[in-house]
């Protein structure tokens, strides 16, 4: 979850799961969703939810993360700039 930007994290292993792991399909096959739970008005600070599932849904990790993300440029108007 760290990465640019980040600030703190937490994060819990709920189920195991490796690279190359069989479960009841043939392969490993991880699935990611990250849920922006709060943005703040006065900062750009967001706090987000990762939750990681197996091939069968089973979730195998989960956390939050606060991360401060740069203010986009003011958009100028003309097209592919």
Do not use: C, F, N
Request: glycine letters at 10%; hydrophobic letters at 35%.
């Amino acid at each position: 979850m760290p990465g640019p930007g980040w600030v703190s994290a937490t994060a819990a292993e709920r189920a195991r799961a490796r690279v190359g792991h069989r479960g009841r399909r043939s392969t490993w096959d991880p699935t990611a969703e990250v849920e922006i739970l709060e943005a703040r008005a006065d900062k750009p600070i967001y706090r987000t939810r990762t939750t990681v599932t197996d091939q069968d849904g089973t979730v195998v990790m989960d956390g939050e993360t606060l991360v401060y993300r740069e203010p986009l440029p003011a958009a100028t108007g003309r097209s592919g700039v």
